[in-house]
């Protein structure tokens, strides 16, 4: 066999995944041989991530309202009218998912109420869970990497609790511009491509402590409690009993984390 | 149920830190950027009967993006003839977003921005919106109404000259200079 000369072109469309499977495995015979060009491709990864670091954290500031009024269906006077039902609804549902950037999560802090919280939960699991190229910012390869940069971006030491032993493989992670704390997020899957996300983000100190929880919000299972400075919520569209399962798990693997116990 | 086609509003809001995102690449500069993804989602709604459900809302979105930053330029330029962002010269001037808005403490990310800053704007958001958006090649092509070959050479002279800066300037951070 004799493969055609790599150029450039070929190096570029082999770290972005873009190469036909045939091409791509020629490619590889010649890194296996070749060190100058596997340091090249190396270097290529290298700067990718670089760049998405770099860029990344710009997703999470937090939105101006002129860009949130800009996503709301445009109100021609007739029109309102017209659609008023259909508006009325897609005012609901912008309201429930801006509430933590633009209403500053007031219920929350106010009263101690997660209601709030529980329903910004399952929204962004909904929105995250259903984007099949990119449910994270930084998968699972990059674990370490990943938990270094939201402990960093929430000021708090997060962790992903394994959830293997339930099926569910971490998938990787995300910060979320869901409220004037960010907050972190971890997606998970099994095997039947099913996906759990944990959100945690930090609270304000003197919220009240709230026992596990459990909601349903648009057909999204929600558990959820505050510990301490953390608010969490595990979110998927699992039945009751397999969530309160995987939520106890979650909950010891966190209150091991907590008392030094060194995760595993 | 009424009719009216629409846009999703939940992935509409989701789109739009990425939209931000991409915006400051393009324009190089914060204030321009947010601007411009406001122009953009006034377009869609205006466009919403274009926008074919269940395909890439965020592809569709950065197609528009681009022709609405292509137009806004032409008319700042009164030269509505040939305008594309493609060999651009304004693309070389350095980007001017503030280093606190880039949020960046550590040293060899400031540099890598900084850099990418630099690059002509027609190679910087290829490579953004491959490294960083992760799209296709295809996707690119049809956002930037460019041949897919291109969108390879953009990519590669792009990878080729940071690669060249980072050799040139090897991690020593008292040759480094402050982003103003």
Redesign the interface.
Known sequence: MNPLPLT??DL??YV?G?LAPARAAEVEQVLAKDAAITARVA??RQ??S????????????P??P???D?????QASARWR??A??FAA?AT??LG??SGWYLRDVTLERGGTPTTFARQAA?TH???AG?I??PVEIWAAEEKRLVTWLSRRLGLAVHAPDLNGAGFALVGGRLV?GNERPTALFMYENADKQRLSLQVRKQPPGTSEVAFRYAIEDGVGVYYWIDDACAYALSGQLDRAQMLTIGRAVYAQLAAAETGTPLK | MSTEPSLPHPELLAAIPRLRRYARVLTGETTRADDLVQETLARAWEKRRLWAAGTDLRAWLFTIMHNVFVNQRALARRDAQNVSIDGDEDGNAAWQIPVRAMQQTRVELMEILREVGRLPVDQRVVLVLAAVEEMRYEEIAAVLSIPVGTVMSRLSRAREKLRRVAQATPTEPSTLKIVK
């Not at chain 1, 800009?70 to 445009?74: E, I, T, V």
Request: hydrophobic share 55%; no cysteine.
């Open positions: 450039d072109a570029n469309a972005d873009a270097e290529m700067q990718n670089a760049l998405r670091e770099a860029l990344d954290p710009w997703l999470a500031d939105i101006p002129a860009l949130l800009a996503a709301r269906m445009p017209r659609f039902p259909y897609a549902l912008l998912v801006a929204l909904a929105l995250y984007d190229n990119r511009a």
